[in-house]
Structures are given as C-alpha cells and as structure tokens.
C-alpha cells in the first residue's frame, strides 16, 4: 500500500530551526540576561546605600533629640569654633561618627543652632548627613 492511498503524506519541508537561529536566539537572550544581572547588582548597591543614610539619619536624629534635652548652658551646647566641633567619644558604631556644632550668633536673641553631622565610609567615599535645628533657650 503506498504512502498516498494510507492517507499519510509526507511534506519534503524541513521543519526547526537552523543553527544561525539558534545562535542569534541565544545571542539575544544572553545580552537580556545581563542587562537583568547589571540592574540586580545596581538594586543591591542602591539598598545598602540606602540603608546607610537611613541609619545614619537616625544617629543624627538621636543626638539631636538628646542634646535638646539639655540645659540651655550645658557643656555640649557651647559655641564651637570653625573646624573644631563637638564630638562625642562614645560613638554608638565604628561606621559612623558623630559631630556637632553649635553657633549662638544667629539672628534670635538666646537661640542656638545646632548642627549634627554624620559621616561614615561607602565604597571609598565619604558620605555624609547633617541635621540642623535651633535650640531656644525658653
């Protein structure tokens, strides 16, 4: 019986894919599977980044709320001179250090600003938060 009378044909096509496209394909895929790793390893560096400022910006905000608390004439409310501020020798982490500065000739009588600084080492680079408030003596 031949192929033709059984009701199968066969189609003399090829069907598949050659190996150019399959290496245009993979060629493809690869260059979206890096630009996948890049933005992941971008993502991780931005978060930790991230984490770094948020954690020093709560450093900052806890010195602050602790040096309001003081008296008026504390110690660690003094006038600082350029380049030599206040800093405390506990620091709360070996990653950050914490500095302050107090300037009493601002244009409000019986007034301070303060100024808290935060700097810690990322990637070889210095970075830094400041925060600043006035502490008013009533």
């Known amino acids: 019986m031949s192929a033709e009378r059984s009701g199968i044909m066969h189609n003399k096509t090829n069907e598949g894919f050659t190996l150019i ?5 993979v060629a493809v895929l690869s260059i979206g599977l890096l630009a996948l790793a ?3 390893i971008t993502a991780v560096n931005d978060n930790a980044s991230s984490s770094h400022r948020t954690e020093a910006s709560t450093w900052a905000q806890d010195k602050m709320e602790a040096l309001m608390a003081l008296p008026f004439t504390h110690d660690n409310l003094t006038q600082t001179t350029p380049g030599n501020p206040h800093s405390d020798p506990t620091q709360p982490s070996d990653d950050y250090e914490i500095s302050w500065t107090v300037d009493d000739d601002i244009s409000l009588p019986d007034t301070k600003q303060i100024t808290i600084t935060v700097t810690w080492q990322e990637r070889g680079l210095t970075k830094t938060v400041r925060l600043v408030s006035d502490r008013s003596m009533y």
């Open 38 to 40: 890049s933005m992941q």
């Open 21 to 25: 496209e399959v290496m245009i394909t």
